[in-house]
C-alpha cells in the first residue's frame, strides 16, 4: 500500500531537482573544456526537502492520499494500432512518474544544447511538493468503434461501462472521454503541471491530449473541511481514508475485478461549471435550503456541529422536513441511495470568463465566469456508485439550477505497481 517516507529515505536513483540546479554548471563547464556533451547521470546527492508519497505499492497513489493542493488531469487518445507501443508508453511513464514521484526529474538531463532536454525544466529546484500520478484507462483503450483495437475487449472489466446520459448535462465533446487518463496532484501547481506535461512528451507518436483541467483546494488547515466555489464545505461525509474496512467495501475493487483491477479502483472525473453570478444573488437562507448544510459551520440543517450525521426524518413545528426533499445533502446521502458510498476528492477550478452565451439556455446566458468544480471520485463499482447517486440528483437537486456538467470521463484505474512493473502490466499479459 502506498504510504509516506521522509525524502531523506528515499535511493537517490536520479539527481533531485534542486540538486540539479546546484551541479548543471559544474557538469556543462566540465562538457565546455573537454569539448564533448555530457549527462548528469544518477548519483548520490543531497536529500530534498519535503515529504514523498510513495508511487509503489499495492494501491496508485493519489487516491487516498491526503488531498495535496493543486490537481491537473489529463485525458488522452491512443493514436497508433499497435499494441507494443502502448506497452512501451505505459513503461516509460511508469519510470517517469516514479522518478517525479521521489523529487528527481523525468529522465537524467543532458548537457547537450543541440538536442531537446529530457525534462523540460520548469520544475527545477521546487522540492517534490507530495507530488502523486495516477493513471486511468478508459473504454476506449480496449474497444473503439466497435472495433478491439489491441487484443484487450475480452479484459473490459463489467464495470468499465460508458456513463449514461444524465438530466441537464450538457457535455462538450472535446471536454469528454479519453482512452487514457493522468492525474497529477501536489502542493505545488507548477510541479502537477510538469510532471503531466513530461508524460504527454513522452507520448509523443503514440497518444495526444484531449482535454485536461487544472484545479485547486484551499483550506485553513490541515484538519479543517475546504469550501467550494459556493461557499460551503465539500467533503464532510467522505468515509475516511483512515478505515481500511470503508476503503475496502467502497473504493478497493476486491474479487470481483479482473486481476489487473483488484485493488484499483475507478475514477469518475466531471467538470462542473457552477452559475456563480445567479448563486450570488441568492437569500443564504435559500442556498442552506439547496444544499442542506449551514453555510458558515458546515452543520446539517438542525444540527449545531459539522460532522453531525443528517437527520433526514427531522421536521419542523409545521410538520416540514427540515432537510428538504430535494435538498443536495438528502439525494446525495447513503441513506438515499441504498447506502451507496463514494471517496469524493474534487477540485475547484477557475478558467478566466466566458461570454459565448449562445451556449447556454436564455435563463443562464449573461454568466461570466467559467468557473465551478472539477469532481473527482473513487468507488469500488460505478455502477453502484457514481451512477447510482448521480442518477438521483440529476433528476431532482435543487443545486441543479445552478449547475451544468459539461465534460469528464470513467476511467479503471489499475492496481499500483511493484517495482519491476510498469502499471497495468498485468491487463496486458497473456494467460
Known amino acids: 500500500m502506498g504510504h509516506s517516507i521522509n525524502a531523506s529515505d528515499r535511493p537517490n536513483l536520479h539527481p ?83 522518478h517525479m514521484s521521489a523529487g528527481q526529474t523525468a529522465a537524467p538531463i543532458g548537457i547537450d544544447a543541440a538536442k531537446p532536454a529530457p525534462d523540460t525544466g520548469e520544475a527545477l529546484d521546487l522540492g517534490v511538493a507530495r507530488l502523486t500520478v495516477t493513471f ?42 479519453g482512452d487514457l487518463s493522468v492525474q497529477a496532484c501536489a502542493d505545488d501547481p507548477q510541479v502537477a503541471f510538469h510532471a503531466v506535461r513530461q508524460l504527454a512528451r513522452l507520448a509523443y507518436g503514440t497518444a495526444k491530449i ?14 479543517a473541511t475546504p469550501r467550494n466555489l459556493m461557499g460551503f464545505k465539500d467533503g464532510t461525509s467522505n468515509p475516511s481514508v483512515a478505515d481500511r474496512r470503508a476503503m475496502a467495501k467502497f473504493v478497493w475493487v476486491g474479487e470481483e475485478g479482473p486481476d489487473w483491477m483488484k485493488g484499483g479502483s475507478y475514477v469518475v472525473a466531471r467538470r462542473i461549471r457552477i452559475a456563480l453570478e445567479h448563486w450570488d444573488r441568492m437569500k443564504v437562507a435559500f442556498q442552506e435550503q439547496t444544499i442542506g448544510r449551514h453555510k458558515y459551520t458546515g452543520a446539517p440543517l438542525g444540527s449545531k456541529n459539522e460532522f453531525d450525521p443528517p437527520d433526514l426524518d427531522a421536521k419542523d413545528e409545521d410538520g416540514n422536513l427540515v432537510i428538504p426533499d430535494s435538498a443536495h445533502v438528502r439525494l446525495g446521502a447513503a441513506a438515499s441511495n441504498a447506502s451507496a458510498q463514494i471517496l469524493r476528492r474534487p477540485y475547484s477550478y477557475n478558467d478566466g470568463v466566458d461570454f459565448t452565451a449562445e451556449r447556454w439556455p ?39 439550477q445552478f449547475v451544468t456538467h459539461t465534460g469528464g470521463g470513467l476511467f479503471a484505474c489499475p492496481r499500483g505497481a511493484a517495482k519491476d512493473e510498469f502499471v497495468g502490466q498485468r491487463l496486458f499479459e497473456t494467460t
Open 136 to 177: 486511468g484507462f478508459g473504454p476506449g483503450l480496449f474497444t473503439k468503434e466497435g472495433k478491439d483495437r489491441y487484443d484487450l475487449a475480452a479484459r473490459r472489466p463489467p464495470a468499465l461501462v460508458d456513463l449514461p446520459r444524465f438530466n441537464g448535462e450538457q457535455l462538450i465533446e472535446t471536454r469528454t472521454g
Open 16 to 98: 533531485t531537482r534542486r540538486c540539479l540546479v546546484r551541479t548543471a554548471g559544474l557538469v556543462a563547464a566540465s562538457a565546455a573544456l573537454t569539448g564533448g556533451s555530457a549527462t548528469i547521470e544518477p548519483q548520490a546527492v543531497a536529500a530534498d526537502n519535503g515529504t514523498v508519497e510513495s508511487f509503489w505499492g499495492d494501491h496508485q497513489g493519489g487516491i487516498i492520499t491526503p488531498v495535496q493542493s493543486h490537481s491537473y488531469f489529463a485525458a488522452l487518445d491512443l493514436e497508433t494500432s499497435k499494441r507494443d507501443d502502448v506497452i512501451k508508453l505505459l513503461r516509460g511513464w511508469t519510470a517517469a512518474a516514479a
Open 210 to 223: 484531449r482535454w485536461a483541467q487544472a484545479g485547486y483546494v484551499s483550506r485553513p488547515d490541515a484538519e
Open 362 to 400: 436564455p435563463w443562464r446566458q449573461g454568466m461570466e465566469y467559467d468557473a465551478g468544480l472539477f469532481f473527482v471520485c473513487y468507488q469500488r463499482d460505478p455502477r453502484t456508485g457514481f451512477i447510482k447517486i448521480f442518477d438521483n440528483m440529476s433528476k431532482y437537486d435543487m443545486l441543479n
